[in-house]
């Protein structure tokens, strides 16, 4: 599977053309917010009035990469979101207690499915093929992923436009918030990797990839594999779990360039990376993303969007390295993330 197109909207200064942000947008606090582009230049005018902040990440992104793709409408569509439209889903829930039941408007109801972006995707590019969006909490992106794998394996079509994204509002921020997930001191991108305490910072982004069986002149980088793990028993099973995985798609440790994890700051969370690091990748240099994009159920795709950037520039970004020297050229690159510590995935980009 080769990924011939990518596009994102994340708190970094993503959503353009070429290579990867040089300066970091500084932040502090347990929030990290959009970095929101001029959505004009992708949408029109009318239409931005009515949409909800994820709708236009969504959509932004999807153009970002069908752009670099040189594509101008995908054969499917697929997405993953653990949240869907947060927002849209607040005003009507809002309106709907303040009007107390009455004289509702439509459009705030109609736009807060989950698969709402997708569908506007689609009736933007006129795509009338196969539309899905998968809402699988910390799996979302990695089962739109798998879908898309499976469908171009089928030969079922020839491009398919797969990502995913999430929204952090108000009023979800203060929900999570309740749950103990955040950091309680300030923060900075620079001190949250090593923070070594309790909690993380939220985050929300969209990323959008084009997918194809064969290689051409914009291809960014190859898919080479993809699994995902249901709460392991434990640290050992991880990397049972990561050296199976390696095996399947013959690939020895010494072959990986890169190991890019979701490191986040918290403690506890961390300490499964760390295992990793030490233990089975030992002298693999390591990336992190989270610093750059906060947490959500669907990071990972920032985290694939960053991997295609480095094997497409060969060039991997300063702000986003944790430890370890990069040496020579970024043949493979492992990405692992969990969410919560229940939701464990691998993904596998290569040069092309």
């Known amino acids: 599977m080769y990924i011939q197109g990518t596009g994102c909207v994340s708190p970094q200064a993503t959503a353009t053309e070429g290579p990867f942000p040089a300066a970091v947008i500084p932040w502090q606090g347990a929030r990290l917010k959009n970095w929101d582009p001029d959505y004009k230049q992708w949408i029109d005018v009318k239409l931005i009035r009515r949409m909800g902040r994820v709708i236009k990440m969504g959509v932004a992104s999807a153009k970002l990469s069908l752009q670099e793709a040189g594509i101008e409408k995908p054969e499917a569509i ?13 005003v009507f829930l809002t309106k709907m207690i303040n009007q107390q039941e009455e004289l509702l408007t439509p459009t705030a109801f109609i736009q807060s499915t989950h698969n709402t972006v997708a569908g506007q995707i689609a009736l933007m590019l006129g795509c009338h093929g196969y539309n899905n969006t998968f809402v699988h909490k910390g799996f ?6 798998l879908d898309s794998i499976m469908i171009l394996r089928e030969g079922r079509t020839g491009s398919i436009l797969a990502g995913a994204m999430d929204e952090l509002t108000d009023h979800s921020f203060k929900i999570l918030s309740r749950f103990d ?4 001191e300030p923060v900075t991108q620079d001190s949250l990797l090593r923070s070594n305490t309790h909690g993380t ?6 990323a959008s990839f084009v997918l194809g069986t064969e290689k051409g002149a914009h291809t960014k980088a190859k ?9 392991p028993a434990g640290k050992a099973e991880i990397m049972a779990d990561i050296e199976a995985f390696l095996a399947a798609h013959s690939c020895n440790r010494e072959e990986i360039s890169l190991i890019i994890t979701g490191r986040n700051g918290d403690v506890a969370g961390d300490e499964w990376y760390e295992h990793v690091e030490n233990n089975l990748l030992p002298e693999i240099p390591v990336a992190c993303f989270k610093h750059l994009c906060g947490e959500y159920p669907t990071a990972s795709a920032f985290a694939m969007w960053m991997a295609c950037r ?10 986003a390295m944790f430890k370890g020297n990069v040496k020579g050229k970024q043949q493979k690159i492992l990405i ?7 939701h464990h995935s691998l993904i596998l980009l290569s040069a092309c």
């Open 78 to 90: 697929i997405t993953g979101t653990a949240y869907g439209c947060l927002d849209d889903t607040g």
């Open 140 to 145: 979302s992106f990695e089962n739109a992923l």
């Open 181 to 184: 997930l955040y950091k309680k």
């Open 201 to 206: 910072v939220a985050g929300e982004g969209a």
């Open 223 to 231: 898919l080479s594999g993809l699994t995902t793990l249901y709460r």
């Open 310 to 319: 480095i094997l497409a520039e060969q060039a991997v970004p300063a702000s």
């Open 336 to 342: 692992y993330n969990h969410h919560k510590q229940t």
